[in-house]
Nanobody, 126 residues
Framework: QVQLVESGGGLVQAGGSLRLSCAASGRTSGSYAMGWFRQAPGKEREFVAAISSSDGSTYADSVKGRFTISRDNAKNTVYLQMSSLKVEDTAVYYC????????????????????WGQGTQVTVSS
């Protein structure tokens, strides 16, 4: 059974930084693309960033240049380094895995991901 566990969330002032981690157990995370999504209260879950099994990365326009996704296959862990945080980045952040056979040319749709973590809260204060 694959499990994903996020950590690293918290309260930070606008302009600050946080690094989220997503640890995978039960399989090698390098065999899958991994994505980060977020969901603010009253809003739909939205794509943040993804990294392919070959380490190609893609980002939502709203975080491009501020967030960096990376992976350490030896540790089965994916990271999301968040810098220059804004109040509008406040949300619960989720990591998810996308098996290659479900890849349809984009990493942006939550329905394509088969396993999700429990989420970690990120709160950015003004």
């Amino acid at each position: 059974q694959v499990q994903l566990v996020e950590s690293g969330g918290g309260l930070v002032q606008a302009g600050g930084s946080l690094r989220l981690s997503c640890a995978a157990s039960g399989r090698t995370s390098g065999s899958y693309a991994m994505g980060w999504f977020r969901q603010a209260p009253g809003k739909e879950r939205e794509f943040v960033a993804a990294i392919s099994s070959s380490d190609g990365s893609t980002y939502a326009d709203s975080v491009k240049g501020r967030f960096t996704i990376s992976r350490d296959n030896a540790k089965n862990t994916v990271y999301l380094q968040m810098s220059s945080l804004k109040v509008e980045d406040t949300a619960v952040y989720y990591c998810a895995s996308l098996p290659i056979y479900r890849y349809r040319g984009t990493y942006r749709y939550p329905r394509d991901y088969d396993t999700w973590g429990q989420g970690t809260q990120v709160t950015v204060s003004s």
